[in-house]
């Protein structure tokens, strides 16, 4: 079974204004929207606190590395300098290093002569001033080299083949003789460079650095803290987000209420700021609409009961007229009158509103209503038939349900000549549904929607013989909406009109 | 029944009055004609009415004041006349006690057919002075019925709606419980109440209630036929 269209989806899916591909990924709900920025501003300034922490981290690890390293070099050079010669080899193994920095005694420098010298924040970082300034002259390196060490592996730490003002440079670029300063200063490689310091006795103390790659998320406990943080964020955004966006939501629900009962209740004033306008603004606004409606149902309600004296007397006119002919149709014409003034009335005052809503049994209802019409249209009877449920409760406003069928009914009988009823009961989601089919030429396609406009008849040399005022849809529809349900008009594809009217339980 | 019915009719129009006490008089019935209430009053005593035509809109004093004023006078018989949908003074001039109401603009012959019903009814149930105030609610076999609202109740509170037709029959039936209706009975007595062709139907009028009834139609027990022509409603009634 197919469910009634319902006509502002579309509009909706098209205002969102968001090519397809990303339609999903962007929440329809204000408060998904808004929880969505919020969290990726809240990643957003997450992640660069997070760099800025690591690149911090960084630099500390590096500076105490760095101040560990030369600390342990000046020790060991000290060490090695006041050894007596034929110990120094072995006292050199018996050190314990520091990761990252390894020492060694050669003949020859690691470090080629004439080299540029480090960058200040080389020197800087680990105080290699210290090795040529400090400590009582005999203790001093004779000389001192420092230079960047090219990739790591057998070229650096075998004897070198080539002229010392080429040792040291990577490979292929010996053409460019000024590009050697640019592995310093380029990109100072700072985590990996060589000092060679040459003893009293010529041999030479090479030291290797390499730094160790930083480890900036070693701690566990900043990583949880971390997480626990995200989460409590992301929670209080969303908490807050709904709690921000419930007063639009109660609008929204406002508005629904009004577009149903006029004399709803009104919002209550309160809450932040702008909350407090816009309820402010949509009570005025409700209470502009209660005092138009209120205008035009005195007006409509004066109107028929100014017309309403002068048919009765019309009325009783009639009776003393001696042509039985004329009066029988001065009757039939004050009648027609009549029941235009009274669907005029019922339209205009939608006094549906007024009555109690109240648990009734729809099947009784329908049966009333058909036996009604079977009554008035005896020679219809055959062809007005109810087919559903023996019982089925509902709660609904007894009179106006009754109208809007009996309308349906009646509408059905005028045009289609037939009147089938059908119910069927709410179910997985359905709300109950109620048909009415005729076995009339049905209506054309384009103004399926047309028949629920005011004064609107399809052909309106009929009027005179169904003697409605074209209300009799709308009546209907205004009352199954103002239930929360709706009516709509459908050609049967066996032939004749389908009313299909819906009516939440 | 009385030879000449009495009949005062209160509305503050003064063609409508003329007219309706012409035609009234031309059916064979005496009419007084008052234009508000307080001419009602100063005419009350100066007749013994047997019924009361009431316009509910009238300036001044309503015709609600009037028709609760007329019961305190007595038991004559008032049928209203109320504006087209105007439910809730219909609801309070049945409780009130009129004995039937018409929307305005009413059909001439209607409103005799009714007056003439409503005299019947006085009449023969023993005119005025005997006649109980009018019941509120009346309960029969779980059932509820109530009369100004013309509504009724299943056992599980839930409105059944009924046809006119079908609440008359319903109405007469259970003021008259456990006593058989004959067809001729049930037609007399509906005569007039219901136009058109419900005096042919009264057995598809008995069927169509008892299915409302949930009265099983083989076997029912609620309004049960009676060999040889005829209904009864076998049920304790309470009124209240």
Redesign the interface.
């Given at each position: 079974m197919d469910s009634l269209p319902r006509p502002e989806r579309p509009e909706i899916a098209a205002r969102r204004g968001l090519p397809p591909p990303l339609c999903w990924l962007w929440p329809g709900s204000l408060a998904g929207r808004t929880a969505l920025v919020l969290l990726l501003g809240l990643t957003l300034v997450q992640a660069a606190g997070l760099t800025i922490h690591a690149l911090d981290r960084l630099d500390l690890q590096r500076f105490a590395q760095a101040r560990e390293i030369s600390a342990r070099a000046f020790g060991l050079w000290n060490t090695v300098a006041l050894a007596p010669p034929e110990r120094r080899a072995q006292m050199l193994a018996d050190v314990e290093l520091p990761p990252g920095l390894t020492a060694s005694l050669d003949e020859q420098a690691l470090v080629p002569p004439g080299g540029p010298p480090p960058p200040p924040p080389i020197i800087r970082l680990f105080r290699l001033d210290r090795l040529q300034g400090s400590g009582p002259v005999r203790f001093r390196p004779r000389e001192v080299r420092v230079g960047p060490l090219g990739p790591p592996g057998p070229p650096m730490l075998l004897p070198s083949p080539l002229p010392p003002a080429e040792f040291g440079r990577p490979p292929g670029r010996r053409e460019h003789g000024p590009m050697h300063m640019g592995d310093w200063a380029g990109r100072p490689r700072q985590g990996e460079w060589g000092a060679s310091l040459r003893l009293a006795d010529g041999q030479w103390l090479n030291l290797q650095v390499r730094l160790q790659p930083p480890r900036p998320w070693h701690s566990e406990t900043f990583l949880m803290a971390f997480a626990v943080m995200t989460f409590t964020a992301g929670a209080l955004t969303l908490w807050a987000v709904r709690r921000l966006i419930l007063p639009v939501r109660a609008l929204a629900d406002a508005a629904d209420r009004l577009g149903r009962d006029v004399n709803a209740p009104p919002l209550p004033e309160s809450g932040p700021t702008e909350i407090v306008r816009a309820a402010a603004a949509f009570n005025t606004m409700a209470e502009r609409i209660r005092r138009f409606v209120g205008d035009r149902t005195q007006l409509l309600a004066a109107i028929g009961h100014d017309l309403r004296t002068p048919i009765t007397r019309l009325r009783l006119r009639a009776e003393f007229m001696d042509d039985d002919e004329q009066r029988r149709k001065m009757l039939a014409d004050l009648a027609e009158m009549e029941a235009m003034i009274a669907a005029t009335l019922a339209f205009a005052r939608d006094d549906s509103a007024a009555e109690p809503t109240v648990a009734l049994d729809l099947v009784a209802l329908c049966r009333t209503v058909l036996d009604d019409a079977a009554d008035a249209h005896p020679e219809l009877a055959e062809r007005i038939d109810y087919a559903g449920p023996e019982r089925l409760v509902v709660q609904a406003r007894s009179v106006a349900l009754k109208r809007a069928i009996a309308n349906l009914v009646g509408n059905a009988l005028a045009y289609g000549l037939a009147a089938r009823l059908r119910l069927i009961p709410a179910g997985n989601g359905h709300p109950v549904r109620l048909e009415v089919a005729d076995d009339g030429p049905g209506i054309p396609p384009a103004e399926l929607e047309n028949v629920f406009l005011p004064f609107r008849r399809l052909e309106p040399s009929r009027s005179r013989e169904t003697g409605g005022a074209g209300l009799g849809l709308p009546i209907a529809r205004n009352i199954l909406r103002a239930h929360g349900g709706d009516v709509v008009m459908r050609n049967r594809p066996g032939g004749g009109a389908l009313a299909v009217a819906t009516l939440p339980m | 029944m009385e030879p000449v019915p009495h009949i005062l009719v209160v509305d503050d129009?003064r063609?409508?009055r003329d007219?309706?006490s012409?035609?009234l008089e031309r059916q064979g019935m005496r009419v007084t004609a008052a234009r508000d209430a307080k001419e009602a009053r100063k005419l009350w005593p100066l007749g013994r009415y047997h019924l009361v035509v009431l316009d509910l809109?009238l300036p001044g004093e309503s015709g609600l004041d009037v028709a609760r004023w007329i019961r305190t006078q007595g038991d004559t018989p008032i049928v209203m006349l109320t504006?087209?949908?105007e439910?809730t003074d219909r609801i309070v001039g049945l409780e009130l006690g009129a004995d039937d109401y018409l929307g305005?603009?009413?059909?001439?012959?209607e409103l005799l057919a009714r007056i003439r019903a409503v005299l019947r009814r006085a009449s023969g149930e023993g005119g005025p002075g005997v006649k109980e105030p009018p019941a509120k609610v009346i309960r029969f076999g779980g059932w509820l019925l109530e009369p100004a609202r013309r509504?009724l109740l299943?056992p599980?509170?839930?409105?059944?709606?009924?046809?006119?037709?079908?609440y008359e029959l319903l109405q007469v039936m259970v003021e008259r419980a456990n006593r058989v209706l004959t067809r001729d009975m049930l037609m007399d007595l509906l005569r007039g109440r219901q136009a058109?062709?419900?005096d042919r139907?009264i057995d598809v009028a008995v069927s169509?209630l008892r299915?409302?009834l949930?009265d099983d139609g083989r076997n029912p027990s609620l309004i049960k036929t009676v060999r040889g022509g005829g209904y009864v409603l076998a049920a304790t009634v309470e009124k209240a």
């Open positions: - | 129009d063609e409508i007219l309706l012409k035609f809109m504006a087209m949908a439910e305005k603009p009413f059909n001439p012959r509504r299943n599980d509170g839930v409105e059944v709606p009924l046809t006119g037709g079908e058109g062709p419900f139907a169509r299915r409302k949930e």
